[in-house]
């Protein structure tokens, strides 16, 4: 999971009380056969959209997270940082203020901050 989600996910586990949810999923997946990711989303509701350049160039290793009893993978929050910047948009900087209100302990990269 990436996105919004992958956010209230990170926060939720740091500070429960300082998590919200965004109304959609948004899901890395790898590009090795776009023909069967196009046709599994709808299969699955999911509305298949290609978000280019928006996802860091290098390969991402997802952390395993519990989310109410079930492990999902999530962007881990440096990547997710970085992915959230390269948007621009205000939503994304609300949810990177979140981010850093959890873990202004890490050492952020200069690369991304």
């Known amino acids: 999971m990436i ?3 992958a956010v209230f996910i990170h926060v939720e586990e740091a500070n429960p009380e300082l998590s919200s ?3 959609d999923v948004d ?3 790898r590009r090795s056969d776009p023909e069967a990711i196009k046709a599994a989303g709808p299969k699955y509701g999911f509305r298949v959209v290609h978000a280019a350049g928006v996802v860091p160039a290098t390969e991402i290793e997802p952390v395993r997270k519990n989310v109410h009893g079930k492990e999902v ?3 881990p929050v ?3 940082v970085q992915m959230k910047l390269t948007s621009n948009r205000d939503k994304d900087r609300v949810h990177v203020r979140s981010l850093d ?3 202004d ?3 952020w990269p200069t690369s991304i901050v």
Do not use: D, P, W
Request: with cysteine.
């Open 78 to 80: 440096c990547e997710l």
């Open 73 to 75: 993978m999530v962007i």
């Open 27 to 29: 899901l890395l997946v």
């Open 3 to 5: 996105g919004g989600l």
């Open 21 to 23: 949810l965004t109304r």
């Open 101 to 103: 209100a959890e873990f």
């Open 105 to 107: 302990h890490l050492n």
